[in-house]
């Protein structure tokens, strides 16, 4: 008949196998939060790409073009450009303030240079973690 001690030893040698596949597990997770991450940032930093070309073409050549704008739910309504000399923007909150087209087109490449700096910070953060996931990967196929 074994001691305990030696009954206890199988489970001794297996908690590092099943600690390292939890951290790959977890790693793997942060990495994917990350990815999703990196797509919501990329995703608002295209639409506001796109803004600012919107701004760019309606400055030099919108005045008194017709364009169809958005009303909702896939419909759209026809208008004419009358003024482009300023622009009804977003400050937050559900408030919107009329600034000059220049100025609007400036706060919008802030914002995209902030978001490229979150982006790269994200971008950082999942380099860091593929590093450690095949760091600990052969470690882990070893002990398979």
Known sequence: MRSVAEQKAPEKAETPKINI?????????????L????????????DLYAALEVLDFIAKEGAGKTVLVPIGAG?????????TSTVITSVGGRLSLEVPTEE??????S??????????TLLRKLEEINR?????????????
Do not use: C, F, H, T
Request: proline share 2%.
């Open 21 to 33: 596949q939890e951290e790959v597990r977890s790693l793997l997770a942060q990495a994917e939060y």
């Open 35 to 46: 990815r999703s991450q990196i797509d919501a940032v990329n995703a608002v930093i295209d």
């Open 75 to 83: 419909n759209l309504i026809k208008a004419k450009i009358e003024d």
């Open 104 to 109: 609007a087109k400036k706060a919008i490449e």
């Open 111 to 120: 914002r995209i240079a902030a978001l490229e700096q979150v982006r790269l």
């Open 132 to 144: 450690k996931i095949n760091e600990i990967l052969p470690e882990l196929q070893k002990k398979a």
